[in-house]
């Protein structure tokens, strides 16, 4: 059973940058899907990017251009790296792991294993 822990969550201004990692032991091993998700208080959780194991990404529109995901498969370890971060983006930021299935996007279905989350706040 994987088991997803993120960090690299904190304070930062607007224009900011922050990378956050999702590790865990087998977290990029065989066929999967890894996900980050975000929830601002009193909004829905929204998926914001995705990686498969064959190295195709999905991002959200509201993150395109600016968040990248990309993954170590040697470190088992899944990065986002968040640039020019606006207030809108402040939220707890979770990953999320699940099986590889064709067309696999950003609904929170399609993940089985969730970390606990790291906060992000962007403020001036």
């Known amino acids: 059973q994987v088991q997803p822990v993120e960090s690299g969550g904190g304070l930062v201004q607007p224009g900011g940058s922050l990378r956050l990692s999702c590790s865990g032991p087998?977290?990029?091993?065989?066929?999967?899907?890894i996900a980050w998700f975000r929830e601002a208080p009193g909004q829905e959780r929204e998926g914001v990017a995705r990686?498969?194991?064959?190295?195709?990404?999905l991002y959200a529109d509201s993150v395109q251009g600016r968040f990248t995901i990309t993954r170590d498969t040697a470190a088992n370890t899944v990065y986002l790296q968040m640039n020019d971060l606006k207030p809108g983006d402040t939220g707890l930021y979770s990953c999320?792991?699940?099986?590889?299935?064709?067309?696999?996007?950003?609904?929170?279905?399609?993940?089985?294993?969730w970390g606990p989350g790291t906060q992000v706040t962007v403020s001036s």
């Open positions: 999320a792991a699940g099986p590889y299935t064709l067309g696999v996007g950003l609904g929170e279905h399609e993940y089985d294993y």
């Open positions: 087998g977290l990029t091993e065989g066929t999967y899907a």
């Open positions: 990686i498969r194991h064959d190295g195709y990404v």
